[in-house]
């Protein structure tokens, strides 16, 4: 089954700066997906970026990029220049197709705190 | 407005009632999932619909349904609530195509007490 970890409880990180958010991953299978979402006080679920598998470049979404290493299984989720706007709880997942589903599993997630 | 509907948004309701939490997908995606976050378990699939069938099950408590309707929109219902099932409670839908299209509702909060 897949799994995800996220060993980042809590970052910290001074505005402007960039920081790394680390995700590591374990699945048997070839084909995969792993997304990175934005958790806010307020509760919901932002979209942030995705990676497919045999995508063959990092994936880019403004100030987030994915460092995809496949051989590690790891995909950490970089954000460049962070605002204070970026202090939420930032989950990385992966898509189970195991038994035709399509769901995510998600990591206990990072929470990331910008200071001024 | 992400596309997905869920109603309430929040919601308290005493020990061993039960309650219907409602989400409307995105139009035209098929699957419905939902979820549930709690402090302590993250969170946790709980059961999938793709075009009214049942298509996975998770971590689903026997006190816990949910179906899918022919327009699409989906119900959860929890009973016998306890204190424990205080939680969020997430609608997500995709596409038929299953690609990256994941869009999540904004949640409905449930407080037990």
């Known amino acids: 089954a897949q799994k995800i970890t996220q060993t980042q409880p809590g970052m910290f990180v001074q505005e402007k700066e960039a920081v790394t958010l680390d995700c590591t991953y374990d699945t048997s299978d070839p084909s995969y997906g792993l997304f990175w979402y934005k958790q806010p006080s307020s509760g919901e679920m932002i979209f942030l970026i995705y990676q497919g598998s045999y995508d063959q470049q990092n994936a880019t979404e403004g100030r987030y990029s994915l460092n995809f290493q496949k051989a590690r299984k790891s995909a950490n989720l970089v954000i460049s220049a962070s605002q204070l706007g970026d202090s939420a709880m930032y989950f990385c997942a992966m898509r189970d197709p195991w038994g035709g589903s399509e769901k995510l599993v998600f990591g206990k997630g990072t929470k990331l705190t910008v200071n001024p | 407005d992400s596309g997905v509907t869920q109603t309430p948004k929040h919601l308290i309701t005493a020990t061993g009632q039960r309650v219907t939490l409602r989400c409307s997908p995105r139009s035209g995606d098929l699957s419905v999932y939902w979820y549930q976050q709690s402090l302590d378990q993250g969170l946790q699939f709980l059961i999938q619909y793709y075009n009214g069938e049942e298509r996975a099950k998770g971590n689903i408590l026997e006190r816990f349904s949910a179906q899918q309707f022919p327009d699409l929109h989906s119900e959860l219902n929890l009973s016998s609530l306890e204190l424990g099932d205080s939680a969020l409670y997430f609608c997500?839908?995709?596409?038929?195509?299953?690609?990256?299209?994941?869009?999540f509702g904004s949640g409905t909060r449930l407080t037990v007490v």
């Open positions: 997500a839908s995709s596409p038929p195509t299953g690609s990256y299209g994941y869009t």
